[in-house]
């Protein structure tokens, strides 16, 4: 027993827990006292919580995107949510949330393979108008006139505004309405000229497609996928503007959903360019009413300066704030009223974990536990791990040949976990067997018919380039589709292919092609030696030479 | 530190007696009385000094392990020791067990820390000020279960004796207005206390398949931020229960304690080094004191669990570590293992003070 003033005892009371609890999905482990943090926003109490917009802001790596990307794969499976993925960021052409997207059942809308028609049919009358001024807006910020406007309301009641080539005829020569036709002309010019960017100028085929189709609003995820195009693009504001305004106006009016997502990628350029943002902000003051989450994913506060950043900040009543630097961390805190002892420790997260603030008081810091499957789905540093992988290859084929002829790697009968494996098959047949199979399930690589590999090199000797070139194109794609894109019989023939550049005279190419092959890894059957000499990987046969 | 030195900081007679002892007292004393009394009307034959001095000279006197005195004391002590007394956590009087957690952040935040040890601070002044003499008793658990996640269970237990003041349930609902400030509290009906079905000098075994054993915090560390529990508790852990038992004195007992204790300090101190920090400690306590704290007695216990004796010697080692380095001492309790653990459970609220573990 020991006998001590109360206000020195009072330290040694063991009530150090909290037992505050969210309803909704687990998202992770609590770093403060080690307890399971859950959150589902729509089913907290809107006492708590009065509106259900998330803000997650960290630097490269910090595990932003992967959080955001489990969260909503458990919202659409255990409480069947609905959302949409604006995507702008991803690695090997396509974009980062594809592989998660296509695991749902969802579908991967990839800009530029997808025309929209902004006056389409299928949209309302209000619709129209709205996103054609958002199109206008986005390219020319100061068309839009009070004249402009009414040019423009003129011409979408012309008939021939069934599509955007339409709308650009009916602004240039309008007919006789309330005002007469010259002054019409006169006054759509602006509009006009901003809608031309979309018609003749460089936005063309994203918008001025002549069919009435628009994207499924039944589907549990749908992905906008603006990866291919560059981050400084016109186009995507264009782009954002009518993904929002079908979101607003047929997804949300649709969809039967219980609850909806709108997850905005690398949201920073989308939030910058003021037409988007003006929509973005309205579907955030909107989204209680419409049974919206918006979940907004970008780097740092600071890009968006000091009034926007407030505004968002207030709007979004979850924030999660992952690893960022010290001077980025302050600002961010002081912006989204975090206490200092959260703040000190942003700079020093690991990844995966982030200081989650829920509501006015609630500050935690969480650290997002994956399932196996959540990992292989949210991986995205493929393109890290594969060079890598390739600098391992190339410090392998310098090594002595001695050492090359063995056996290497296994049978891979496992799977890289960063495969894309819910990826479209790239040979659209559909009979199975075991030819189309590739050989590594097999477990039995097939020989190389050498002779067709002869005759290409026969033909390039004798000075035939194009018809050398023809062949190995067909042999190659027949090898493709009877062993695989990435087999051995395959590989051969970019190998091929080189030694026919080299005959035409052109090392450059040739070298490029070797590469290629080398930077493809050492799983896949066959590896070249520096002296150009093919080994088969699972038997360690060397192959023919002339190959 | 603060070291537990039995009968050295806290003598005997304010630690407090039992009621048995507290009669045996007085009837040795009216006793001896009686004796002195007859003997100065009729003085006694002299043999009979030659008895006494004999008797006090075995009972007193008697050097070494061998003595006979010794051998009584110990061999009541393993006679009361073999069986845990139902009356050890059943004393009788009001007690009423909620589950208390503060609010989130709390712990984290030197600022709301600071703010709830305040408010921790004066309902402990709040609670020993409902009586005239020390008796109202506050237990507070922490238990943590650890596996991917980890789940606490905190509760703060307090015992009324029976006899102690005329309304304990007016104190029951006052101090319920003092916890409900300190953060969710909520009435809990504490679990049966496990049965022990097996014991060993290092652990004993309950009925529900756990192994335990049990320690009790001899020393706290010097000083600390504040800090100390949610660096002890909320570090990733295993499964364990800490438990600390409050006794808070009234005011005036507090001030004649710390009058006494500063007497006792400065009287046979010759270390100079010892002297100055028993003074620097006083001069605190005083400073409290004056601040409007008052004293409080506190008994820590902690407990760890294990699957199987290896498993639970295991977790003792690894608690002692972590005692370490929060310079917590231990001390393991060896043989009282089969009935310890009921320290860190709410029914270690009614301990009697000074009852032998």
């Given at each position: 027993m020991i006998r001590l003033p109360t206000t020195h005892a009072a330290?040694?009371?063991?009530?150090?827990?909290?037992?505050t609890r969210f309803p909704g999905i687990p998202v992770g482990r609590s770093l403060l006292d080690g307890r399971a943090f859950h959150l589902s926003p729509v089913q907290t109490s809107a006492v708590l919580l009065p509106s259900t917009n998330s803000l997650a802001l960290g630097g490269l790596g910090s595990g932003k995107s992967t959080t955001a990307k489990a969260r909503i794969r458990r919202e659409i499976i255990e409480h069947g949510h609905q959302a949409v993925v604006i995507d702008s960021f991803g690695e090997?052409?396509?974009?980062?949330?594809a592989p998660l997207v296509r695991s749902l059942g969802g579908r991967v809308i990839e800009a530029g393979t997808f025309t929209l028609?902004?006056?389409?049919?299928?949209?309302?009358p209000e619709v129209r108008e709205q996103l054609v001024r958002s199109l206008i807006l986005a390219v020319?910020?100061?068309?839009?006139?009070h004249q402009a406007t009414h040019a423009l309301q003129h011409a979408l009641n012309h008939?021939?505004?069934?599509?955007l080539n339409g709308l650009v005829d009916a602004l240039i020569s309008p007919e006789d309405g309330r005002w007469p036709a010259a002054k019409l002309t006169e006054w759509g010019e602006g509009a006009a000229i901003g809608l031309s960017r979309y018609t003749e100028?460089?936005?063309?085929?994203?918008?001025?497609?002549p069919e009435a189709s628009l994207p499924e609003t039944d589907l549990p995820i749908l992905s906008f996928d603006f990866?291919?195009?560059?981050?400084?693009?016109?186009a995507i504001p264009s782009l954002m503007a009518a993904v929002s305004c079908w979101a607003e106006h047929v997804w949300l009016r649709q969809s039967t959903a219980v609850h909806r997502h709108l997850v905005l990628e690398e949201a920073w350029q989308i939030l910058l360019s003021p037409a988007t943002s003006e929509l973005i902000q309205r579907l955030l003051k909107n989204s209680r009413k419409a049974g919206l989450s918006l979940d907004v994913l970008m780097?740092?506060?600071?890009?968006?300066?000091?009034g926007r950043a407030r505004d968002l900040a207030r709007l979004c009543e979850i924030a999660h704030v992952g690893r960022l630097n010290p001077e980025e961390a302050a600002l961010v805190g002081a912006l989204l009223g975090l206490p200092a002892w959260a703040i000190e420790r942003i700079s020093s997260l690991g990844p995966g974990q982030a200081v989650w603030k829920v509501g006015p008081g609630y500050v935690d810091i969480v650290q997002t536990v994956l399932s196996d499957e959540e990992a292989a789905l949210t991986d995205t540093s493929a393109r890290r791990r594969m060079a890598q992988q390739a600098l391992a290859v190339e410090q392998d084929s310098t090594a002595p040949e001695t050492t090359v002829a063995g056996p290497i790697g296994?049978?891979?009968?496992?799977?890289?976990?960063?495969?894309?494996?819910?990826?479209?098959?790239?040979?659209?047949?559909d009979s199975w067997d075991?030819?189309?199979?590739?050989?590594n399930v097999i477990g039995v690589t097939g020989r190389f018919d050498l002779a067709r590999h002869e005759r290409i090199i026969q033909a390039a000797m004798d000075g035939r380039f194009s018809e050398a070139a023809e062949l190995a194109a067909v042999y190659e794609r027949e090898d493709i589709t009877a062993?695989?894109?990435?087999s051995a019989q395959a590989l051969a023939w970019w190998e091929t292919r080189a030694q026919v550049a080299d005959l035409r005279g052109e090392p450059g190419q040739a070298a490029q092609l070797r590469a290629t092959v080398a930077r493809m890894?050492?799983?896949?059957?066959v590896r070249l030696s520096p002296d150009g000499i093919a080994y088969?990987?699972?038997?360690g046969d060397r192959l023919p030479s002339d190959l | 530190m603060y070291s537990l030195t039995p009968g050295y900081r806290i003598p005997a007679v304010q630690r407090g007696l039992s009621r048995a002892e507290s009669l045996l007292t007085k009837v040795n004393a009216g006793l001896g009385s009686a004796a002195l009394m007859s003997a100065m009307i009729t003085p006694p034959p002299g043999w009979t000094f030659g008895a006494v001095g004999a008797t006090a000279a075995v009972l007193?006197?008697?050097?070494?392990?061998?003595?006979i005195a010794r051998w009584a004391t110990v061999g009541y002590r393993h006679l009361r020791e073999r069986s845990a007394p139902d009356t050890i956590a059943a004393q009788p009087g009001e007690i009423a067990t909620w589950a208390l957690y503060p609010q989130h952040g709390t712990m984290q935040d030197p600022q709301r820390r600071a703010a709830f040890h305040d408010a921790f601070a004066r309902a402990l002044t709040f609670a020993g000020g409902q009586a005239r003499t020390a008796g109202v008793q506050i237990h507070v658990t922490h238990h943590t279960t650890s596996d991917d996640y980890t789940d606490h269970t905190q509760t703060i237990t307090v015992h009324v004796p029976k006899?102690?003041?005329?309304?304990p349930a007016r104190v029951l609902d006052s101090l319920h207005g003092e916890f409900a400030a300190l953060g969710t509290l909520a009435p809990l009906a504490p679990e049966p206390l496990p049965a022990v079905t097996g014991r060993a000098v290092g652990w004993a075994a309950l009925d529900d398949g756990r192994f335990v054993a049990t320690a009790r915090i001899t020393a706290w560390p010097e000083?600390?931020?504040?800090?100390l529990m949610p660096n002890l508790l909320l570090?990733?852990?295993?499964?364990r229960s800490l438990a600390v038992l409050y006794r808070p004195l009234p005011v005036g007992l507090s001030r004649r304690s710390a009058k006494w204790q500063r007497a006792a300090s400065e009287a046979?101190?010759?270390?100079k080094v010892k002297q100055d920090a028993h003074d620097i400690a006083s001069g605190t306590t005083h400073g409290a004191l004056v601040q409007g704290a008052t004293l409080v007695d506190l008994d820590a216990y902690l407990t760890v669990f294990g699957d199987s004796p290896e498993s639970v010697n295991e977790a003792r080692w690894q608690a002692s570590l972590a005692a370490d380095r929060h310079r917590i001492r231990l001390d393991w309790l060896p043989g009282q293992q089969h009935r310890a653990?009921?320290?860190?459970?709410?029914?270690?609220?009614s301990t009697q003070k000074g009852a032998i573990l």
């Open positions: 330290i040694t009371a063991p009530l150090v827990a909290a037992n090997d052409n396509s974009g980062e949330w028609n902004p006056v389409s049919t299928l949209f309302p020319e910020p100061g068309a839009l006139t008939p021939k505004a069934t599509s100028g460089s936005l063309r085929g994203l918008f001025d497609g990866s291919h195009l560059d981050r400084n693009s016109p780097h740092t506060l600071s890009d968006l300066g000091e296994e049978t891979g009968l496992d799977v890289d976990a960063s495969d894309d494996l819910y990826a479209p098959f790239t040979t659209a047949d075991w030819e189309s199979l590739p050989p062993h695989g894109l990435n890894g050492n799983d896949n059957g088969d990987a699972e038997s | 007193n006197l008697a050097p070494g392990p061998r003595s006899g102690l003041i005329a309304h000083e600390t931020d504040g800090d570090a990733p852990g295993t499964d046979f101190t010759a270390d653990h009921l320290m860190t459970t709410p029914h270690g609220a």
